[in-house]
């Protein structure tokens, strides 16, 4: 079967799998304000839309901690095939719903997909790349969210003019049957198309497929020649690894309790829970209440540009994280957020008002700003600043650096362990936040500026710098025994020993043989 061996092709692709993410995160967002669904589902805000939202971030809680099993004992690549087949079908129960009930059936399957391809693709991203450009194209993975996000987010706005538009109390059922029935054709695109790319070099080596892993890195890196120094450098990291870790004798889930992998799993579980606990949440699943909060009139299309801008965002973060590193971008991103939520509490709290229920299409928020335009601006404008510091600091790198800090041979469970932090908190405060919005209003953006706060700290603390290296060096790094803030020395082993390589110093034997030094 023809293959396809650009990294960046793949990778790309690969990242349709973060575009599921993409349109669960906006799979709401645009239809909470038509008429056809708040009238069809009988649905005004509270714990009943709570749940409906929160169906799919659980299914994806589950789909997360069921992913490793699959992709170690099948490969990452079937893994995202089996994804993209579950949300096919959580998406058809979407689609076809008569109720809540099915309908929150079907966001819960669609969501066991997204939580498999979620925690997969940014480790076959990066199983896949180089150590040169490992976090651009596993920052791919956040770039296609964000399209995603907007994708979804631009149908449903197409979709809210069905008969008449959205404020229309007799409007078809198409207006949200239309986006979540469009969502089931790139998962079939994903599906199909994962056939054409290669399975990753370092399953390959751990289920002992010694000679499809080299060909495969001779492919990706050494254009077709396994005698490439590069390759064989690669090719010699890997075995020795592989060999280190098997003496070791652990099973995967004990490595995980060892004290020097528990320390990575506890920092990757709460860098991927501070993702959803800075607010980013609130700015995306209810945009629509923050608006009306905010007393801002065309909602749907103001709200199309912050999902526009967070597209845009995310390119920065692709060309230059591994320019600027993992570490200041996700200290600076925390630092910058809780400044943006503490503006927009403050001026909640000093111009907004109780709402006075005279509305009906805003009785899910309990305090609003009132006449007062350039309140309403202001808020606007921090919104859109904070989304865009979030897209180019903590939304790709939250992702990088979880996929690229363990050993292949626990790779997976670590990071399904650290994306299913992700999704529990995403299903937590899709159920709170709009009860938060009725009871604590203004409030809540206090509580997550002290969230902000509290990531920015533990990223000074116990955040390592890990660009530059390759994945077999990430033990060397944790385990420097130097603080956090100090760095590591620059350069890497693996370009120390291509050198050798190609200059004869050292030898490296295939299929599974040990190396030979001259």
């Given at each position: 079967m023809y293959q396809i061996y650009s990294v960046y092709a793949i990778c790309a692709f690969a990242a349709m799998g973060?575009?599921?993410?993409g349109f669960d995160i906006s799979s709401m967002s645009g239809v909470l304000g038509t008429a056809a669904y708040t009238n069809y589902f009988d649905v005004h805000g509270g714990y009943r839309q709570?749940?409906?939202?929160?169906a799919m971030a659980g299914g994806s809680f589950f789909g997360t901690l069921a992913s490793s099993f699959i992709a170690d004992r099948m490969s990452r690549k079937t893994a995202i095939q089996i994804a993209a087949v579950i949300w096919t079908i959580g998406s058809v129960?979407?689609?076809?719903?008569?109720?809540i009930p099915l309908l929150v059936v079907g966001r819960a399957v669609a969501g066991i997909g997204a939580g498999i391809a979620s925690a997969m693709v940014p480790v076959y991203q990066a199983e896949i790349a180089p150590k040169e450009i490992r976090g651009r194209v596993v920052s791919l993975q956040q770039f296609a969210i964000t399209v995603g996000i907007l994708v979804q987010y631009l149908i449903q706005f197409g979709s809210s003019f069905v008969?008449?538009?959205?404020?229309?109390?007799h409007q078809s059922t198409l207006a949200f049957r239309i986006p979540w029935g469009v969502q089931i054709f790139p998962?079939?695109?994903?599906?199909?198309?994962m056939f054409f790319v290669p399975y990753s070099p370092r399953w390959l080596a751990g289920q002992d497929r010694w000679e499809e892993s080299i060909r495969v890195l001779a492919n990706l890196h050494g254009n077709g020649d396994i005698n490439h120094p590069k390759v064989l450098a690669q090719y010699r990291e890997i075995e020795e690894a592989m060999t280190f870790e098997r003496e070791a004798g652990d099973s995967a889930f004990k490595a995980l309790t060892q004290p020097r992998m528990l320390s990575r799993v506890i920092l990757t579980v709460s860098i991927q829970m501070w993702s959803q606990l800075c607010g980013v949440n609130v700015m995306m699943y209810y945009i629509v209440y923050m608006m009306q909060a905010a007393g801002v009139h065309n909602i749907l299309l103001i709200s199309s540009i912050q999902y526009i801008l967070n597209v845009v965002f995310t390119l920065p973060a692709i060309l230059f994280l591994d320019t600027w590193g993992r570490r200041p971008s996700l200290l600076y991103g925390a630092l910058t957020m809780m400044i943006l939520l503490a503006v927009v509490a403050a001026l909640s709290a000093t111009y907004g008002t109780p709402n006075p229920r005279t509305d009906p299409s805003l009785d899910a928020i309990s305090w609003l700003i009132m006449d007062n335009p350039q309140v309403s601006r202001a808020i606007v404008a921090c919104s859109y600043l904070f989304?865009?510091?979030?897209?180019?600091?903590?939304?790709?790198?939250s992702w990088t650096y979880a996929s690229e800090i363990f050993p292949t041979?626990?790779?997976?469970?670590?990071?399904?362990?650290?994306?299913?932090?992700?999704?529990?908190?995403?299903?937590?405060l899709a159920f709170a936040v709009p009860t938060l919005f009725v009871e604590i209003n203004w409030k809540m953006y206090v509580v997550f500026a002290a969230f902000n706060g509290c990531a920015a700290a533990q990223v000074w603390f116990s955040v390592r710098e890990t660009k530059g290296k390759t994945l077999e060096e990430m033990d060397e790094v944790f385990e420097s025994g130097m603080p956090a803030w100090r760095g590591v020395s620059r350069g890497s082993r693996l370009d120390r020993l291509q050198r050798e390589i190609a200059e004869g110093v050292v030898k490296v034997g295939l299929r599974g043989q040990r190396y030979e030094e001259l």
């Amino acid at each position: 079967m023809y293959q396809i061996y650009s990294v960046y092709a793949i990778c790309a692709f690969a990242a349709m799998g973060g575009g599921l993410f993409g349109f669960d995160i906006s799979s709401m967002s645009g239809v909470l304000g038509t008429a056809a669904y708040t009238n069809y589902f009988d649905v005004h805000g509270g714990y009943r839309q709570g749940a409906i939202t929160g169906a799919m971030a659980g299914g994806s809680f589950f789909g997360t901690l069921a992913s490793s099993f699959i992709a170690d004992r099948m490969s990452r690549k079937t893994a995202i095939q089996i994804a993209a087949v579950i949300w096919t079908i959580g998406s058809v129960f979407q689609t076809a719903a008569n109720g809540i009930p099915l309908l929150v059936v079907g966001r819960a399957v669609a969501g066991i997909g997204a939580g498999i391809a979620s925690a997969m693709v940014p480790v076959y991203q990066a199983e896949i790349a180089p150590k040169e450009i490992r976090g651009r194209v596993v920052s791919l993975q956040q770039f296609a969210i964000t399209v995603g996000i907007l994708v979804q987010y631009l149908i449903q706005f197409g979709s809210s003019f069905v008969d008449g538009g959205a404020h229309n109390p007799h409007q078809s059922t198409l207006a949200f049957r239309i986006p979540w029935g469009v969502q089931i054709f790139p998962a079939m695109i994903l599906a199909v198309g994962m056939f054409f790319v290669p399975y990753s070099p370092r399953w390959l080596a751990g289920q002992d497929r010694w000679e499809e892993s080299i060909r495969v890195l001779a492919n990706l890196h050494g254009n077709g020649d396994i005698n490439h120094p590069k390759v064989l450098a690669q090719y010699r990291e890997i075995e020795e690894a592989m060999t280190f870790e098997r003496e070791a004798g652990d099973s995967a889930f004990k490595a995980l309790t060892q004290p020097r992998m528990l320390s990575r799993v506890i920092l990757t579980v709460s860098i991927q829970m501070w993702s959803q606990l800075c607010g980013v949440n609130v700015m995306m699943y209810y945009i629509v209440y923050m608006m009306q909060a905010a007393g801002v009139h065309n909602i749907l299309l103001i709200s199309s540009i912050q999902y526009i801008l967070n597209v845009v965002f995310t390119l920065p973060a692709i060309l230059f994280l591994d320019t600027w590193g993992r570490r200041p971008s996700l200290l600076y991103g925390a630092l910058t957020m809780m400044i943006l939520l503490a503006v927009v509490a403050a001026l909640s709290a000093t111009y907004g008002t109780p709402n006075p229920r005279t509305d009906p299409s805003l009785d899910a928020i309990s305090w609003l700003i009132m006449d007062n335009p350039q309140v309403s601006r202001a808020i606007v404008a921090c919104s859109y600043l904070f989304v865009s510091t979030f897209a180019v600091t903590w939304g790709p790198t939250s992702w990088t650096y979880a996929s690229e800090i363990f050993p292949t041979g626990i790779r997976a469970k670590a990071v399904s362990l650290a994306t299913a932090s992700n999704w529990a908190w995403n299903c937590a405060l899709a159920f709170a936040v709009p009860t938060l919005f009725v009871e604590i209003n203004w409030k809540m953006y206090v509580v997550f500026a002290a969230f902000n706060g509290c990531a920015a700290a533990q990223v000074w603390f116990s955040v390592r710098e890990t660009k530059g290296k390759t994945l077999e060096e990430m033990d060397e790094v944790f385990e420097s025994g130097m603080p956090a803030w100090r760095g590591v020395s620059r350069g890497s082993r693996l370009d120390r020993l291509q050198r050798e390589i190609a200059e004869g110093v050292v030898k490296v034997g295939l299929r599974g043989q040990r190396y030979e030094e001259l």
